[in-house]
């Protein structure tokens, strides 16, 4: 069983996604939540893991490579979730978790990803855009925001009466599928990643068959 670290800064509604999934799991699970760190005292991510009875930490300083380094190894996390985590990890970390560290965006990278590029101004992008088709993103994380190599993607419709929260609330929902499925193949070894930075094994697939139906134009 895989010990893994969810970052998050804000609501964690992933990070319950997560946890609800490898509840159904029970003993079976490929990974169990046994920290969860925020750079934000309030995040109501840090009530939801206290709630859980998993250990709660809000980070002192949360872009100096130190602290959460070694944290993360007193607590010998082999896997860490990004879910929704607004600072930059520190590339030591990164380096450290290199093909164990994996993200959720809430839009189809390469695009509408970068620096800056979080919550609800995604979503005004992709409508800005005129995109026609947006959905989350999960990657495993390198040292540049957003850029790191793709696991699993998931197309959600941009509807022509969306507004920014609609398309919000819309993507989170295929969020909260794809991620903790996605973590749990990272976790089984189902998916890793290979020293010349390609992605191996596939999505789950029991996801693939919804894929196509979703992606189904007709
Ligand atoms: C999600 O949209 C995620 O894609 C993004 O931040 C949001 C986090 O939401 N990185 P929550 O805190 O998990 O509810």
């Known amino acids: 069983m895989k010990r893994v670290a969810v970052l998050a800064s804000g609501g964690g509604s992933n ?36 709630r859980a009875g998993i250990k709660a930490v809000a ?13 993360l190894q007193e607590r010998s996390v082999d896997l860490v979730a990004l879910a929704g985590f607004l600072r930059m990890v520190p ?9 164990r560290m994996i993200n959720v965006h809430p839009a189809l990278l390469p695009s509408f990803g970068g ?7 995604v979503h005004e992008a992709v409508l800005a855009h005129g995109a026609a088709v947006s959905g989350p993103t999960v990657h495993f994380v390198n040292q540049v925001y957003d850029t790191g190599p ?22 989170l929902q295929a969020e909260h599928f794809l991620y903790p499925r996605v ?11 290979a020293d010349d930075d390609t992605v191996h094994g596939s999505v789950f697939p029991e996801a693939q068959a919804h894929f ?5 134009p007709g």
Request: proline letters at 5%; charged letters at 20%.
């Open 15 to 50: 990070l319950q996604a997560i946890l609800n999934h490898l509840a159904t799991r029970g003993t079976d699970a490929a990974a169990s939540v046994v920290l969860v760190a925020s750079d934000r005292r309030s995040a109501g991510a840090l009530e939801r893991a206290s």
């Open 150 to 171: 793709i696991i699993a993607q998931w197309p959600v419709r941009v509807l022509p009466d969306d507004t920014p929260a609609t398309l919000a609330a819309r993507v």
């Open 183 to 193: 973590l749990e193949a990272v976790a089984s070894g189902a998916i890793a990643l």
């Open 59 to 71: 980070l002192e300083n949360p872009e100096s490579g130190n602290g959460l380094m070694d944290l």
């Open 212 to 216: 196509q139906l979703s992606a189904d």
């Open 91 to 99: 590339a030591p970390v990164t380096t450290a978790w290199r093909g």
């Open 115 to 121: 620096r800056g590029m979080y919550g609800i101004r």
